[in-house]
């Protein structure tokens, strides 16, 4: 069984930046796609950003689009989001998760059944 370790959130000022890291123990992430998912207080979790291991594809959130970017290293155990010119908005709990999703469901919450404890973010005007 997969178990991740997210980490990486803090308390950071509006136009700053994050990298949050995705790591797994008991396993790899080979084979699998794994997520970013946030949910912001009184709101539902939203999906982010997610990379498929094997070949690489990337999706992400068209509220995200170029300032997250999400990657993987090359031993197959950490996956990272790279959030660059924060925004109050951005104020979450940041999940990753593992699943293997189809395509058109790579967003799609149920989808995955391995989830991070979550890594909170804050972002001060």
């Known amino acids: 069984q997969v178990q991740l370790e997210d980490a990486g959130g803090g308390l950071v000022k509006a136009g700053e930046s994050l990298r949050l890291s995705c790591a797994a123990s008991?396993?790899?992430?080979?084979?699998?796609?794994v997520a970013w998912f946030r949910q912001a207080a009184g709101k539902e979790r939203e999906f982010v950003a997610a990379?498929?291991?094997?070949?690489?594809?990337?999706y992400s959130s068209d509220s995200v689009k170029g300032r997250f970017s999400i990657s993987k290293d090359k031993a197959g155990s950490a996956v990272f989001l790279q959030i660059e010119n924060l925004k109050p908005e951005d104020t979450a709990v940041y999940y990753c998760?593992?699943?293997?999703?189809?395509?058109?469901?790579?967003?799609?919450?149920?989808?995955?059944?391995?989830w991070g404890q979550g890594t909170q973010v804050t972002v001060s005007s």
């Open positions: 998760a593992v699943g293997r999703p189809i395509m058109s469901a790579v967003s799609t919450m149920s989808m995955y059944y391995y």
């Open positions: 008991g396993g790899t992430f080979s084979g699998y796609t």
């Open positions: 990379i498929r291991w094997s070949g690489g594809n990337r």
